[in-house]
């Protein structure tokens, strides 16, 4: 099952998609995924902590951890250091770049399409060629772009 822009998942579709990775569907496991993956979100590991409490107050700290790395592992979420010293857990796992907004900490997933990713990764080629003397074979790019808004008219 792809679940890469399905963001309105069922409880039972998280059962599938835990299953098929040979992950075993506790109700646990399937609520923690469900919350985490039943919209686009980019969460620090923290806060899973008190999303996943909210609902079970008495699963350790260290449950919610090895769940995480467990499902990030698996594919069903990916980890990424977007902020200095923060890991944030997303839940798409699609190809994609972030835009951060360091005033408020909102992180936005943008979307390119083919033909851009891959002139992105021809033109990020030719650079480390000409400039570095570097003949990389790029596997994948990660843009991260941090910025704060234009204020309106």
């Given at each position: 099952?792809?679940?890469?822009y399905i963001f309105d998942?069922?409880?039972?579709?998280?059962?599938?998609?835990?299953?098929?990775?040979?992950?075993?569907?506790?109700?646990?496991?399937?609520?923690?995924?469900?919350?985490?993956?039943?919209?686009?979100?980019?969460?620090?590991?923290?806060?899973?902590?008190?999303?996943?409490?909210?609902?079970?107050?008495?699963?350790?700290?260290?449950?919610?951890?090895?769940?995480?790395?467990?499902?990030?592992?698996?594919?069903?979420?990916?980890?990424?250091?977007?902020?200095?010293?923060?890991?944030?857990?997303?839940?798409?796992?699609?190809?994609?770049?972030?835009?951060?907004?360091?005033?408020?900490?909102?992180?936005?997933?943008?979307?390119l399409d083919e033909h851009?990713?891959?002139?992105?990764?021809?033109?990020?080629?030719?650079?480390?060629?000409?400039?570095?003397?570097?003949?990389?074979?790029?596997?994948?790019i990660q843009i991260v772009?941090?910025?704060?808004?234009?204020?309106?008219?």
């Amino acid at each position: 099952m792809n679940f890469h822009y399905i963001f309105d998942v069922s409880r039972e579709d998280v059962r599938k998609l835990l299953e098929d990775r040979g992950i075993t569907a506790t109700l646990q496991r399937i609520e923690m995924a469900w919350l985490l993956l039943k919209k686009n979100q980019h969460l620090t590991a923290d806060e899973v902590n008190r999303l996943i409490n909210g609902r079970f107050p008495k699963v350790s700290r260290a449950t919610i951890f090895n769940n995480l790395n467990l499902f990030v592992e698996s594919g069903l979420l990916k980890k990424l250091e977007l902020k200095s010293g923060v890991s944030v857990y997303d839940s798409n796992t699609s190809a994609h770049h972030h835009v951060i907004n360091p005033e408020s900490g909102e992180i936005l997933d943008i979307e390119l399409d083919e033909h851009s990713t891959r002139d992105l990764q021809a033109s990020f080629k030719e650079f480390l060629k000409i400039n570095k003397g570097l003949d990389l074979q790029i596997d994948d790019i990660q843009i991260v772009v941090r910025g704060s808004l234009a204020p309106s008219l």
